[in-house]
């Protein structure tokens, strides 16, 4: 089992920067992939970016590829999104999940967080 809290969501300019951050109860974190997903209104939920176990095999949406970057830290628990570049399309709920395997599939994911919402402006 685990626990999923997102924070750092907001108001920003076009162009600005947001980190989001997911902090995980247990102790098992490090054997999850974890995963920021993202659900803008009338539109369905998408994988905006993914890390694997190990930290360092990621995954990104074409869209937002070279403009975020996912992170983790397996001692505290919390895994990161960092946004630039952000752009009004951007504008959605943000998602924090954790897959037991590679995570390639929406399905594998079996914890979510509440979400943060992010909205930029133009």
């Known amino acids: 089992q685990v626990q999923l809290v997102e924070s750092g969501g907001g108001l920003v300019q076009a162009g600005g920067s947001l980190r989001l951050s997911c902090a995980a109860s247990?102790?098992?974190?490090?054997?999850?992939?974890m995963a920021w997903f993202r659900q803008a209104p009338g539109k369905e939920r998408e994988l905006v970016g993914r890390?694997?176990?190990?930290?360092?095999?990621?995954y990104y949406l074409d869209s937002v590829r070279g403009r975020f970057t996912i992170s983790r830290d397996n001692v505290k628990n919390t895994v990161y999104l960092q946004m630039n570049s952000l752009k009004p399309e951007d504008t959605a709920v943000y998602y924090c999940?954790?897959?037991?395997?590679?995570?390639?599939?929406?399905?594998?994911?079996?914890?979510w967080g509440q979400g943060t919402q992010v909205t930029v402006s133009s």
């Open positions: 999940a954790a897959a037991s395997g590679f995570g390639a599939q929406n399905y594998e994911y079996g914890y």
């Open positions: 247990g102790r098992t974190f490090s054997s999850y992939t």
């Open positions: 890390i694997l176990r190990n930290g360092i095999n990621t």
